[in-house]
């Protein structure tokens, strides 16, 4: 018996990182599960990697009708909708200091990863109370909750957002069965943040000496975060800032 059976879960930027392996695993545990992506081709990818029912469907979170179909779609699949795993984001490089970083490079990010989430919170959660309750996850992230002089404003400006916006959806819609956390991954090995550190080793050091553990996590060490989240087994858990950073935010001297 799995940990998801008989849960339908919508998965936003499912086409790689963290986003491929959910949809893997919670499939492996028993869900169905929308794998939803900006590029179809990459949703696609995901169905064939995942062990139970999936579909794919292309999605820009930024965009309204797109955002209502995807949800629309997984009905039409699967008959109602149990867990909102709201993971797609964007971090390009043109998203920098405040003194550096355009008008327009701060709207796409803020389009894509708040507008995003705001979507797909407005349209996903009336379903969740036709089903009398479910699970939404926003992945937020270790950035809003301390800050860096390697800014990305941005971004970080985001998930900040996205942190504040999950403990209101999370206190207003308790008693109806819906819980809302945020999800706060540390630096994690997936191909956004390695395209951040590039080929540049010198960028990649000064950050890693901050990192208690030494390394980057693992896709599937935040996933298994969601899979609780998303699971009965979090029944009690709501509204939270649910950290998985390997001790970054509680570090203040690292060891030598």
Known sequence: MGRLDGKVCVITGAGGGMGREAAMVFTAEGAKVCVADVDAELAGETVGLCSGEAFAQQVNVADERDVERMYAATVEHFGGVDVLYNNAGISPADDGSVLDTSVEAWQRVQDVNTKGVFLCCKHGIPYLLRRGGGSVINVASFVAILGAATSQVSYTASKGAVLAMS???????????????????????????LAIYGDDPAAFARRQVHWPTGRLGKPREIVDAALFLASDESSFVNGATFVVDGGLTAAYVTPE
Request: with cysteine; proline share 11%.
């Open 167 to 193: 403990k209101e959806l999370g206190v207003q819609f308790a008693r109806e069965g819906v819980r809302v956390n945020a999800l706060c991954p540390g630096p994690v090995e997936t191909p956004l943040l």
